[in-house]
């Protein structure tokens, strides 16, 4: 039997159904082998959860700044992506009241077990909801992933890599950055395509990937890296 009291300290929130708190950490893989569990998996919770976390982000970026709608929604889908939830998951330590099977068990540290993290978060704001109301759940969401906002301004997070090569480029060597494709290779229906990223005629990285826009992104990334931009 898991212990929930210590995460509900944790998140300074103390839950009045028990069971509905249990389930927002419970893994359809789990279900698949213990089908005569009390509880069903997590995913309507997540669901719930979701459309919580957006609807408190959106109020707070805009009552707090005055920013164009744009750059906004940007802001919004750095704070609400998988790797800020699984890293906010990570920080009040959901991983240990996860009910995984045996084989999702195993798989620690992965973008799987990344996303498991990411849902279980959605579904604990989802399970805060019902259990408390939007107050409780928008303070949850305050506390512990709105602080992260000014990391995400301060390190430009909320652009993307080809967004963020160009505007650095542009600023430190006054040159627009231009891809080219190097290699194709596979069949028409898996086609790979290694693109480098260039400075003028300087070749600053490459990188793969199974379209164009997939292979730029990541020699954008790559030429962030190299060039040691952003950090």
């Not at 995984?100 to 989802?126: Q, T």
Request: proline share 3%; aromatic share 10%; net charge neutral.
């Amino acid at each position: 039997m898991k212990d929930f009291s210590q995460l509900e300290k944790r998140i300074k929130t103390k839950f009045t159904n028990q069971d509905l708190l249990k389930q927002a950490f419970v893994h359809r893989s789990y279900i698949n082998e213990n089908p005569n569990f009390n509880l069903s998996h997590n995913e309507r919770l997540e669901f719930l959860g979701d459309a919580v976390l957006e609807l408190v982000v959106t109020e707070y970026l805009y009552q707090n700044y005055p920013n164009p709608e744009g750059e906004l929604t940007n802001w919004r889908a750095s704070l609400v992506n998988s790797q800020m939830l699984a890293k906010i998951a990570k920080k009040i330590d959901l991983e240990s009241c996860l009910y995984l099977s045996k084989g999702e068990s195993k798989d620690k540290n992965s973008k799987a077990r990344n996303y498991i993290l990411a849902n279980a978060v959605e579904a604990l704001i989802g399970a805060i909801y019902l259990d408390s109301n939007y107050e409780t759940a928008g303070k949850f969401i305050h506390n512990f992933l709105l602080p992260e906002l000014p990391y995400i301004l301060s390190n430009q997070l909320y652009l993307d890599p080809k967004s963020k090569f160009q505007e650095i480029a542009q600023e430190k060597t006054g040159i627009t950055p231009n891809y080219k494709v190097i290699k194709e290779s596979g069949p028409d229906h898996d086609k790979k395509f290694q693109i480098g990223v260039y400075l003028g005629e300087e070749m600053v990285a490459t990188g793969t990937g199974s379209s164009k826009q997939e292979a730029q992104t990541k020699a954008a990334a790559s030429g962030l890296k190299k060039k040691n931009w952003g950090n």
